[in-house]
């Protein structure tokens, strides 16, 4: 692992936060942003935290008070790894690396046909091959495709088949990357083509996201870089 990157880690921090935001609000939950923390008052959607960290050393007290932790499931995003949230009854769910890739472009065009989602059919059609069948298609909302931020990349294959996706979060200075997925193939599937559609969507930014197993050893395997730990705590509620 190289040695950690602050300045890069808070874009990515900030700009995986102001994702967040957005999936929020397309759900109908308003979030708000400190200096030191996003976090939103109401519970998130669906695998996506109540809080995220934008600075080393945010004060454990004051971010737990910002969320509920009655509801079960809770969460916060330790974007330094630097919390400790037991006190306030969180525990670690898991710990991940914030990855990075700059803006120099990949050789060769993607193998996939690469654009970006503009209407809610074919978003109903890329989230039904992101959640491949578990039920969480419906994460994914119209009102997405109205952020001037969020970018929904789907890789179709020859006939027009959602082979492969991503979701592209584009900031001032950075551009996230989650979701990634392929159909068929797993993480190796994926992380290949990618890097080409961002750069050729996206050439003048680097790209950032975070990504832990599987997933994580095909982003450096694709010219990724890790850049420093984060962590995912959660809370059990309250009865």
Request: charged letters at 20%; proline letters at 10%; a negative charge.
């Given at each position: 692992?190289?040695?950690?990157?602050?300045?890069?880690?808070?874009?990515?921090?900030?700009?995986?936060a102001e994702w967040c935001a957005a999936m929020?609000?397309?759900?109908?939950?308003?979030?708000?942003?400190?200096?030191?923390?996003?976090?939103?008052?109401?519970?998130?959607?669906?695998?996506?935290?109540?809080?995220?960290?934008?600075?080393?050393?945010?004060?454990?007290?004051?971010?737990?008070?910002?969320?509920?932790?009655?509801?079960?499931?809770?969460?916060?995003?330790?974007?330094?790894?630097?919390?400790?949230?037991?006190?306030?009854?969180?525990?670690?769910?898991?710990?991940?690396?914030?990855?990075?890739?700059?803006?120099?472009?990949?050789?060769?065009?993607?193998?996939?046909?690469?654009?970006?989602?503009?209407?809610?059919?074919?978003?109903?059609?890329?989230?039904?091959?992101?959640?491949?069948?578990?039920?969480?298609?419906?994460?994914?909302?119209?009102?997405?495709?109205?952020?001037?931020?969020?970018?929904?990349?789907?890789?179709?294959?020859?006939?027009?088949?959602?082979?492969?996706?991503?979701?592209a979060s584009r900031g001032d200075h950075v551009?996230?990357?989650?979701?990634?997925?392929?159909?068929?193939?797993?993480?190796?599937?994926?992380?290949?083509?990618?890097?080409?559609?961002?750069?050729?969507?996206?050439?003048?930014?680097?790209?950032?996201?975070?990504?832990?197993?599987?997933?994580?050893?095909?982003?450096?395997?694709?010219?990724?870089?890790?850049?420093?730990?984060?962590?995912?705590?959660?809370?059990?509620?309250?009865?």
């Amino acid at each position: 692992m190289k040695t950690p990157n602050p300045p890069m880690v808070r874009a990515a921090a900030r700009n995986n936060a102001e994702w967040c935001a957005a999936m929020s609000r397309s759900h109908g939950v308003e979030g708000e942003f400190t200096e030191q923390a996003w976090a939103s008052p109401a519970r998130t959607p669906l695998y996506y935290p109540d809080a995220v960290t934008l600075v080393p050393g945010a004060d454990p007290a004051a971010l737990s008070a910002r969320i509920d932790t009655c509801a079960p499931g809770a969460s916060v995003k330790d974007s330094f790894a630097d919390l400790d949230l037991t006190a306030a009854g969180f525990r670690v769910l898991f710990e991940a690396q914030w990855i990075h890739r700059p803006a120099t472009g990949p050789t060769g065009p993607p193998e996939l046909a690469w654009n970006v989602v503009g209407d809610p059919g074919a978003l109903r059609d890329w989230a039904s091959a992101w959640d491949d069948g578990n039920g969480d298609a419906d994460l994914f909302r119209p009102g997405l495709l109205d952020d001037p931020a969020t970018f929904v990349l789907a890789g179709r294959a020859a006939g027009g088949r959602v082979a492969a996706g991503a979701v592209a979060s584009r900031g001032d200075h950075v551009l996230g990357v989650s979701n990634v997925f392929a159909r068929d193939g797993g993480p190796e599937a994926a992380w290949p083509d990618l890097p080409k559609a961002l750069h050729a969507l996206f050439p003048a930014l680097p790209v950032v996201g975070y990504e832990q197993g599987d997933d994580l050893a095909a982003a450096l395997r694709h010219g990724f870089e890790p850049i420093g730990p984060l962590r995912i705590w959660t809370h059990p509620g309250r009865d």
